[in-house]
């Protein structure tokens, strides 16, 4: 195993171990990275490390005792250790029942945290995201991110508190976090923030992994099978996502003969099981689901998808979900198509900057089938001012062309 794979796989556990260890995510994040060096140094040297994630959790451990007893406050520290249990080494005994990438998650999930603070701890802890990818995913300074975080662990690390691992009735409190959060991983594996790639498939997977693991805990939740829903939905779809050189592909432009039909059919069940619920996740599953089920673009449910979207407003009136109604009733005639450029102007600034390119990019959609090429050419400019991700603005180059040639025919 590579340590960019041994680190996706065991990041979690090391953070995990060691915070049910000392109590605190400060240090037993700071602890987990500095035995993930220590390891990276060893194998430039040319040592073999057989089990990478036993001998990072136990150097992450011995970092920790080393780190208190140089800063001179074992002493104080020592109420709040929780005690580990059996073997003195946890490397070498499987101590915690839980899964700690999903035990993680809800601690992160906080009540005391805001909904920022949350999943931007759980890109940290859970998956090791660097702060300035994270930053990058909500549109803000690096510092100002930073100091979130230094935030969101000391509340967590509540001083005279002894740490306590998540119990059931605390997980079943943060249930709705939980799926919150883990939707925001997926959001970012979706799409990555940064890079080459459309899509971070590490986060990707992350995500779908967490989904199951609280479908397993909580099987018959209809928002849980409506999360799980959608992420095996959009996983089943991301094969045909692009082309073989990465150039991403919209809905209308994929392949759906490249999509997994068995997961489909899963996913499917998964959303139908979810949608009486009436959630947020149960009803993006039903769209998510209207998308899948259709066997061509032309063939698009556009009124059941707008339906849909209409009671999603109604339980979740977030701007992404009117981003989604408005693009969803463009389709349903030249009057609607009309009001959707309207109405997309008036959506832009009522969110972050990611979302306002997000905005820029449907608008400029909608005047390119409205035919007002100038107006599409200016929304596609919109959309990539700040855009870190090269595979989107390879997308945007092509349509930018696109209507260019378009502009000339047109003369």
Known sequence: MSLEAAFAEEWPRVVGATLRAYGSVDLAEESAQEAFARVAERLAAGERIDNIGAWATTAARRIAVDTLRRDQVLRSKLPLLVEPQGSDDPALTDAAPVDDRLGLIFVACDPLLSPEQQIALALRIVCGVPTADIAAFFGSQEATVAARLTRAKHAITRSGERFAWPD??????????????????????????????????????????????????????????????????????????????????????????????????????????????????????????????????????????????????????????RLGGIIARSHL????????????????????????????????????????????????????????????????????????RRAVSDR
């Open 333 to 404: 005639g030249e009057r609607e198509l009309d009001h959707a450029a309207d109405e997309l102007r008036a959506l832009r600034g009522t969110g972050s900057s990611d979302f306002d390119r997000r905005v820029s990019a449907a608008l400029a959609e909608v005047e390119e089938r409205r035919g007002a090429v100038p107006e599409a050419l200016e929304a596609l400019a919109d959309a990539s001012a700040g855009e870190r991700n090269l595979a989107v603005l390879r997308y945007y180059e092509r349509a930018g062309e696109r209507l260019r």
């Open 168 to 321: 059931a009735h605390d997980r079943a409190a943060r249930l709705d976090r939980a799926l919150t959060t883990t939707y925001g991983v997926y959001t970012l594996g979706h799409t990555a923030a940064a890079g080459d790639a459309l899509m971070d498939e590490r986060l990707a997977h992350l995500a779908l992994a967490l989904a199951r693991s609280i479908a397993a805990e909580y099987p018959d939740d209809t928002e849980v099978l409506g999360l799980l829903a959608l992420i095996e939905l959009g996983e089943a779809r991301g094969v045909a996502r692009t082309t073989a050189d990465g150039m991403p592909l919209t809905l209308a432009e994929m392949d759906r003969s490249a999509w997994g039909r068995r997961r489909i059919r899963h996913g499917l069940d998964l959303a139908a099981r979810a949608l009486p619920g009436g959630g947020r996740f149960a009803l993006q599953a039903g769209i998510a689901g209207l998308h899948s089920a259709a066997p061509s673009w032309e063939e698009t449910d556009w009124g059941a998808i707008a339906t849909l979207y209409h009671g999603l407003n109604r339980v979740w009136p977030a701007p992404i979900a």
